[in-house]
């Protein structure tokens, strides 16, 4: 079962329009991360937001982050076309480092 | 800002044949991964490292595979004999720390097993 999975596999929105990416995850976290991968690339951190907040914000980016339903969000304004990749949650276990990703979200930003 | 760099972009083998994937991860990070990633999408876990012994790996970590990083050099995944099914993108990561820490990942290794 995954540990973090994303609520929607694929989202797509014209430039300059906002979207909202949501997660919901299993585990009891002390943070949740939000990364981000481009087409031949590997993942980029994004967010980390821990569990004594409830939002996070990095530019355009907004994470929430709502433990008693376990569920987080990233939003992104004001969307650009390399904004466009998948997009995903992650949880990591403070133990042994390991992190575990969601399905992820392929975002999709047109002109 | 830090960097993995991945060598090489891309591996064509032979099933059966022996390949060993290259990491060289961001230079004061002390703890090392690889992941493994199918049709561009779910990354999945295989293996970290730290001190020079495996910490946590995933039941797709199979006995085939191991990893090492002799004298600080390289970190890297060996896979031995390779199947069919190890084709994929390999991702290495590395952090500083373990608890609530970033993962710089690098760009991948694409293996083909033919």
């Known amino acids: 079962s995954q540990l973090a999975e994303e609520n929607s596999w694929a989202l797509s929105v014209h430039e300059g329009e906002s979207v909202t990416v949501n997660c919901s995850y299993k585990t009891s976290i002390t943070a949740l991360q939000w990364y981000r991968q481009k087409s031949g690339k590997g993942p980029a951190q994004l967010i980390l937001?821990?569990?004594?907040?409830r939002e996070k914000r990095n530019g355009r980016l907004r994470a929430t982050l709502d433990t008693s339903s376990q569920s987080s969000s990233l939003s992104i304004t004001a969307t650009r076309c390399e904004d466009t990749a998948v997009y995903f949650c992650?949880?990591?276990?403070?133990?042994?480092?390991?992190?575990?990703f969601g399905d992820g979200t392929v975002l999709t930003v047109k002109p | 800002g830090p960097k993995v760099l991945q060598i090489p972009s891309h591996q064509i083998i032979d099933m059966g044949q022996m390949v060993t994937l290259n990491c060289d991860p961001v230079s004061n990070h002390l703890y090392f991964y690889w992941y493994k990633q199918i049709l561009g999408q779910q990354m999945e876990f295989l293996v970290n490292f730290y001190n020079g012994k495996v910490m946590e790996k995933s039941k797709l970590f199979k006995d085939q595979f191991s990893v090492e990083r002799p004298d600080g050099s390289y970190f890297t995944l060996k896979i031995q004999p390779t199947a069919l099914e190890d084709s994929a993108v390999y991702f290495c990561?590395?952090?500083?720390?373990?608890?609530?820490?970033?993962?710089?990942f690098g760009h991948g290794t694409k293996l083909s097993v033919l």
């Open positions: 990561a590395s952090s500083l720390t373990i608890s609530n820490e970033r993962l710089f």
């Open positions: 937001i821990r569990s004594n907040e």
């Open positions: 992650a949880t990591q276990n403070t133990n042994t480092g390991k992190l575990t």
